[in-house]
């Protein structure tokens, strides 16, 4: 919708005037108003195919969400089931550790005895270094899974 208001100061006349025929000059306001309704009465199809398209793309991006979802949680039972297994592997490094140590208690007693050298305690105490180092070593996997 639109409307125009003009006022003009001086207007456009003719001089001629005759008994038979009169023009009359135009006033000096004029006042102009316009309405236009557009309605849609056939698109061929093409909102249709517009609101198919969008459709298809948001199933598209569904997809591709559902996509990324089984991604994350393949990765998360990766992580899980590796966490699990460390912790596995530090539970059987503890009972070897206490197997270690009862053994250790074995030969410094057959040590004290006579029947055993000092260098089976020595080989024995570095095998219980070494787990303690993989335990470490898991412990810190743990925490980084």
Do not use: W
Not at 29 to 36: G, V
Not at 133 to 143: A, Y
Request: hydrophobic share 40%; net charge neutral; no cysteine.
């Amino acid at each position: 919708m639109s409307a125009q208001a003009t006022y003009l100061s001086d207007v456009t006349h003719v001089p001629i005037s005759t008994p038979a025929f009169n023009i009359p000059s135009p006033n000096n306001d004029q006042y102009k108003a316009n309405i236009n309704i557009n309605q849609l009465i056939y698109n061929g199809g093409a909102i249709n195919k517009m609101v198919e398209e969008k459709s298809l793309k948001l199933q598209a991006q569904q997809k591709q969400v559902d996509v990324s979802l089984y991604q994350l949680k393949k990765q998360i039972n990766q992580l899980y089931f590796s966490i699990v297994l460390l912790q596995e592997k530090r539970e059987l490094l503890n009972q070897k550790e206490v197997l270690l140590t009862a053994k250790l208690n074995e030969v410094k007693s057959g040590i004290e005895n006579g029947m055993v050298e000092q260098s089976f305690a020595y080989l024995l105490e570095i095998e219980k270094v070494k787990v303690n180092q993989l335990q470490v070593e898991l412990s810190n996997n743990i925490n980084s899974l």
